[in-house]
């Protein structure tokens, strides 16, 4: 196979495929037992800007934003692998095999998918599979995966969780039969040797099974997301000599496909970070990673009071309460059901960080109420942050007519004149819009994040509380 560099000259090797070779390679060295490899991370799409800021504040290092939405990459020593674990805006975690900023695909599918076999056998594996062995020693055991941890995709690409048991027309059964003889035979032999002997080599004779996941987007390719994987894997079995399966796999090979963006990655997240804090799942729980993203966007101070009203699950100032600890958190909801699973949250972390050993006590108070009608003194609180209804789930579009307008008065009631911020979560944009225009100079909007919940197009809004007498305007809206 040919490979093509930016200047359009090129040489085939065992550590460079496609037509084009990346920079994360040349980055990837080894000082004595330290070895430097890139990191891939899925974050909430709309907050990779804040992420990257999180790697540099806790890290130290720069991280680079992709070119496809939702992603950052950045360098690490394995020495600070634990740290990556600890980052609070990431979803999934991959160890970066190679990378090809402007991969050339062939014009048919079948020289592509051809491509793509010959490329396993030429990817520099080595320093990214000894990150995965670390990253498992760092990990606790937490026996098999119930499903993939594959990185989520967005709603216009396609994904696909391909075990090479698809394969029947590579013939892949002798495949999977060449990877179990060699090690029987050679168990037998050791043990014929000797017991010692048996025993250890007993663990290594155990094979690695591997599933290969493949997440594509982009229009302008030949083949489908379950062709790459298929075939990409096929030829992975071959050349390592694993063993497929599906569920039960020991490692995650990515395929990630972005127009002409190709990385492959070996995963290092067994599931998504985002279900870190939460137990008690509701209708519309908000995934932490998205509400830690909220939280930095109104930077919370030491002693602030910081309010949702429509908590939920408690999944924001769980979030807060964790993260950013020198404020006070007051959750609240109507519904007895949602401030039951708040409550169950927080016990359940209270709980953890117990056996942990750690301090168990959380700044953060629960109380069920009228969000329209707050026991809340005026100007007390210094942010608002909440997931409002989108109108789809929870509530109707119809209703957050009369709801918003509602809720804004009475968070632009409770929030401090001049100072004081919300930052409000919704996909109903024109209704939100609409009530802040109704709010009479209430409410002034700063700063607004696109982000993707659930496949759906929202808006995170950052609003500043104006110095506006909140007497006068309540009267006046209330007269029009």
Known sequence: MSSQEEDGTAEPGHNTAGPST???TENDKITGDIITVTIGATVPTGFEHTAAEEVNEKIGVDARISKDRGRIYFPITTDKLYQVHLLRSVDNLFVVVEEYDHYQFKESKEETLMEMQQLASKL??????????LNGALKKKKGYRKGGNGTKVKPNSEATDAAIADTEQQEPPQAASAAESPTKAESTADTETSTQDSEETAPEAKPIKFRVTCNRAGDKHSFSSNEAARDFGGAVQEYFLWKADMTKFDIEVLLNIHNEEVVIGIALTEESLHRRNISHFGPTTLRSTLCYGMLRLCKPQASDVILDPMCGTGAIPLEGAIEFNSSFYVAGDNNDMAVNRTVNNICHIQKRRAIKGSASGLPIDTVRWDLCNLPIRTGSVDIIITDMPFGK??????????????????MARVCTPGSGKAVLLTQDKKCLAKAISRMGGLWRKLHTVWVNVGGLHAGVYLLKRTGAVFEAVYWFSHSV
Request: charged share 30%.
């Open 22 to 24: 990346s920079s994360s």
């Open 393 to 410: 789930r929870m509530g109707s579009r119809k209703k957050n007519w009369d709801l918003y307008p509602s809720c804004l008065r009475e």
């Open 124 to 133: 520099p594996w080595t320093n990214a599979l000894e990150v995965w062995k």
